[in-house]
């Protein structure tokens, strides 16, 4: 079968030209934000107890989020999948909204719906004294909730691009449904799902409006990574660039993880 060769040439100024200025655009603020670092007093900055409380505190929050995202954001992604419907392609945009929902938007509508007085909330209250809003629980329920559509956007990407025959292979040796999906599917779609977590847990790192809003500013119970930051803008604007150098060391670490491989179909 023959290769196809990659076609080389002189690039047009046309498109070299807003290229280069789009790659300033998008690393100028991040060079700016290392060149103002205080790199003489980063040791002491980075031990002062706030900050590994909310770095603590974030990492947790994240890590808990991906999980929940995990457990129900596979199924769903499965469903929208596998399964044909009638509705299919408005759950798919409903499932995808926090991806464009302004986070303030959204913890809003957390709180309507898990407040004293919201639509689940009053019930928890009422009939267990669970209350949900300003807690550390809030903190996860609203990060899963802006998280949760890159996860299940990367998983079903992968499912709709696994082959098939495998699952049926397994069907026809007498392998049950969750036999089949959890020995076979499953192991198929690993590097989207690990594509997926990753990025959930990234976005869910970053979080800041539903949080805000949701769970309130509160330090170490609700007061995250984020939270930090818009914070110490307000008083110690070295706090706050020592805390965003922390946010993006651990996104460049995130998208050098995630290798083309990870993301590839199976």
Do not use: K
Not at 48 to 75: D, F, H, K, M, Y
Not at 89 to 104: D, F, G, K, Q, S
Not at 121 to 139: C, E, K, N, R, Y
Request: hydrophobic share 55%; aromatic share 8%.
């Amino acid at each position: 079968m023959p290769t196809r060769t990659r076609r080389t040439g002189r690039i047009p100024i046309a498109l070299l030209v807003p290229a280069t200025l789009g790659m300033v655009f998008l690393v100028l603020p991040l060079v700016g934000l290392l060149v103002r670092t205080p790199w003489s007093t980063l040791p002491q900055r980075l031990t002062e107890p706030g900050v590994l409380t909310a770095l603590r505190l974030s990492v947790q929050t994240a890590s808990l989020a991906t999980l929940l995202c995990l457990v129900l954001g596979i199924p769903l992604a499965w469903l929208l999948a596998r399964v044909s419907f009638p509705g299919r392609r408005v759950v798919r945009a409903l499932i995808t909204v926090p991806l464009v929902l302004p986070p303030v938007v959204g913890g809003v509508a957390l709180l309507l719906v898990f407040g004293r007085r919201g639509l689940v909330g009053s019930w928890l209250d009422s009939t267990f004294g669970i209350t949900v809003p300003f807690t550390t629980t809030a903190v996860v329920l609203a990060e899963a909730f802006v998280a949760m559509p890159f996860l299940i956007i990367a998983v079903e990407g992968a499912l709709r691009g696994a082959d098939t025959r495998y699952e049926e292979a397994a069907a026809t040796l007498g392998a049950g449904r969750w036999t089949t999906f959890t020995h076979v599917t499953l192991p198929l779609v690993a590097p989207g799902i690990a594509a997926g977590a990753v990025l959930c847990w990234a976005r869910a790192l970053g979080e800041f409006g539903a949080t805000i809003t949701f769970a309130g500013n509160y330090p170490g119970r609700t007061q995250t990574m984020p939270l930090a930051v818009y914070l110490a803008l307000e008083t110690d604007l070295e706090a706050a660039i020592v805390l965003s150098l922390i946010l993006l060391t651990v996104s460049v670490v995130i998208l050098a993880c995630l290798r083309d491989r990870w993301i590839s179909s199976p």
